[in-house]
């Protein structure tokens, strides 16, 4: 029996939450994507842009759970800053951590190392391809020059260098048919690299339609829940990072310390980064395969989409009048996620400055 609470007790302990400690101390960001038009319960797919490619999320499943950085928050006697702290620098350690020959290989599946081995096999193509094409231009360059030395020579000296002008024509003639056929081998090269990423696209959940998207970025308070504002993105995955630093830097709490998102695109920016340095907060990125880390802004997106999905709109602007709604009614409904379970974001914020 010992055993068996004891083994109860280090479950719990590694599934301990914490939160920020006061309002503004701490704000979990993600982007959401919703269809550009929807009619009332219809399904609103589950998408993932961080790749910058809209892919239907796949869970997955490991049977062994490794040590991960969010462990720290297990500490109870640790202060929340202080865990947040040591939670960025360790999850900034395996960004930038690589397996040595002695280290077992990873739990990340085989279809994305070949996907990865595929990407950077191709990007050595493109390099090789720069190559080739500097080279020839600097040829270009200089046939040209000689060219134009060659025409403003006297006409009895043309008459001498004739013979080894004309050889030097039919080079020419020769690098610009292999310079033709290089051209043509490329495009068939590339129309083979297109059709066998549509083809592993479609076989790992990547929608083909053309349905259009709109971006949603969410912005939840850690400590209250409250939401700060929905900014909408009729761009969809298109949304740029600048797009997305400026709508964030509208609405951060001056007393910000930390900025919690995954590691899409859209975040791991040298926009972000700059506006991190400049109003003083550290960015957090969860650790990879650990939605949890950002639960928050996860939970939120689904209470979020299944109020939309009661809804229907047929352009961006009509989403914004749904939003609009949506926003008052969250923050102030029930909430049981709080340290008091049952009141609202908006009023435990009122709340917790008496506690």
């Known amino acids: 029996m010992a055993g068996k609470r004891s083994e109860r007790e280090?479950?719990?302990?590694?599934?301990?939450?914490?939160?920020?400690?006061?309002?503004?101390?701490?704000?979990?960001?993600?982007?959401?994507?919703?269809?550009?038009?929807?009619?009332?319960?219809?399904?609103?797919?589950?998408?993932?842009?961080?790749?910058?490619?809209?892919?239907?999320?796949?869970?997955?499943?490991?049977?062994?759970?490794?040590?991960?950085p969010g462990q720290v928050f297990a500490d109870a006697d640790?202060?929340?800053?202080?865990?947040?702290?040591?939670?960025?620098?360790?999850?900034?350690?395996?960004?930038?951590?690589?397996?040595?020959?002695?280290?077992?290989?990873?739990?990340?599946?085989?279809?994305w190392r070949a996907a990865g081995e595929r990407r950077a096999a191709r990007h050595q193509v493109l390099v090789e391809r720069k190559k080739e094409d500097a080279a020839c231009f600097a040829s270009k360059v200089v046939a040209r020059q000689a060219n134009l030395t060659y025409q403003k020579l006297p006409k009895g000296e043309r008459k001498q260098l004739r013979a080894g002008w004309q050889d030097q024509q039919v080079t020419r003639k020769l690098l610009r048919e292999q310079q033709q056929a290089r051209k043509q081998t490329r495009e068939q090269e590339n129309a083979i690299w297109h059709q066998q990423n549509r083809a592993l696209r479609a076989g790992s959940g990547v929608e083909e339609t053309e349905r259009t998207w709109i971006a949603v970025l969410v912005m939840t308070d850690n400590c209250t829940r409250q939401c700060a504002a929905l900014p909408i993105f009729e761009t969809g995955p298109k949304v740029t990072a600048e797009e997305v630093e400026q709508a964030l830097r509208v609405v951060l709490p001056t007393n910000l310390q930390f900025l919690i998102s995954d590691q899409g695109k859209h975040f791991k920016t040298?926009?972000?980064?700059?506006?991190?340095?400049?109003?003083?907060?550290?960015?957090?990125?969860?650790?990879?395969?650990?939605?949890?880390?950002?639960?928050?802004?996860?939970?939120?997106?689904?209470?979020?989409?299944k109020w939309l999905r009661n809804h229907s709109w047929k352009s961006g602007?009509?989403?914004?009048?749904?939003?609009?709604?949506?926003?008052?009614?969250?923050?102030?409904?029930?909430?049981?996620?709080?340290?008091?379970?049952?009141?609202?974001?908006?009023?435990?914020?009122?709340?917790?400055?008496?506690?």
């Open 317 to 355: 602007e009509e989403l914004k009048t749904w939003v609009a709604m949506f926003l008052p009614d969250y923050n102030d409904r029930p909430h049981q996620g709080l340290a008091i379970p049952g009141l609202s974001p908006n009023e435990f914020a009122k709340r917790i400055w008496l506690m």
């Open 270 to 305: 040298q926009y972000l980064s700059k506006l991190a340095q400049e109003k003083n907060f550290v960015q957090v990125f969860a650790y990879r395969h650990r939605p949890q880390s950002n639960g928050i802004a996860e939970r939120f997106v689904l209470t979020f989409k």
């Open 78 to 111: 640790l202060e929340f800053a202080a865990a947040m702290q040591a939670y960025a620098q360790a999850t900034q350690d395996r960004l930038v951590h690589t397996r040595t020959a002695q280290e077992p290989p990873s739990s990340v599946s085989s279809d």
């Open 10 to 68: 280090k479950k719990a302990s590694e599934n301990v939450a914490r939160t920020a400690e006061e309002p503004g101390q701490a704000l979990n960001i993600d982007l959401c994507f919703v269809p550009a038009e929807h009619v009332p319960q219809e399904k609103l797919p589950a998408v993932s842009g961080s790749s910058g490619h809209l892919v239907i999320e796949r869970c997955l499943t490991d049977e062994e759970q490794p040590e991960w």
